[in-house]
């Protein structure tokens, strides 16, 4: 327990230095889960579902969903995304399918995975999961505001191509962000847009500085916190991988 208690709070305070620094970049440089929707989201080369076939409404999903388990949570004082809700479930831990009701949530985390982490992005080309549904990324997204990097556009730049909006991942672009000079608050900073711009509107701000201000020192200061992000989450993935690899071809388990 002392242990688990350790990582723990190791991980509590990883998430809130890099919520500090970098906001919901924490979904596209930290989040080793959303490696598995970007992952089938990459898979096609051209998207069977257009991102206009898509209803924009779509995007308040994930607070609907924050809001209802928060509630939810507090009510009944357990875990309701984990216990009915989490698409990874399918992957990491679930109930025993002994009982009825034990069977209802293993049937709920496969078909969430199956639709929302495979077969949508696959569909799509986008992280559907991340940006569709999640609560985490939702509640990382009121998180933007607190920090100060962020995606801005350069309206004397843009050509209105719309190719950031296609190309966008977690839907955080329309073509109000195209006026505003803003994505929407669900913007991951993941830096997509920004690499498929081919006017190079679009680019890393940091605020409060002039919009002209040096764009490569600013794209330089977010990415030295995102990749020591992705740095330390990944050594610690890749350190557990080989740990158990090595328990399986010393022992016969990984365990």
Known sequence: ??????????????????????GRGWC???????????????????????????????IYL???VLLAIVLLSAA????????WLCPFKALTEFPAPVSLLATLQVVIFAALFLGLVIALPLLTRRRVQCGLFCPFGAMQSFLNKINIFEVRIDPDKCSHCQRCIRECPTFSLDEGS?????????????????DDCPKGAVKYHI???????????????YLVPAFLLMGLIGAGI????LYRLLKLITTGSML
Request: glycine share 10%; proline share 6%.
């Open 1 to 22: 327990p002392s242990a688990a208690h350790g990582a723990f709070t190791v991980m509590f305070f990883i998430w809130v230095g890099a919520s500090l620094a970098i």
């Open 28 to 58: 596209s440089w930290g989040c080793f889960y959303g490696g598995w929707d970007e992952l089938f989201s990459r898979l096609r080369k051209k998207p069977v579902i257009q991102h206009k076939q898509i209803d924009r409404r779509w």
């Open 62 to 64: 994930p607070f609907a």
């Open 76 to 83: 009944t004082l357990s875990p309701i995304y984990c216990e």
């Open 178 to 194: 195209l006026s505003s000079g803003k994505p929407l608050i669900t913007c991951a900073k993941c830096g997509k847009c920004i």
């Open 207 to 221: 605020k409060g500085t002039s919009l002209t201000a040096s764009p490569a020192a600013a794209r330089a200061l």
């Open 238 to 241: 890749a350190g557990q991988g």
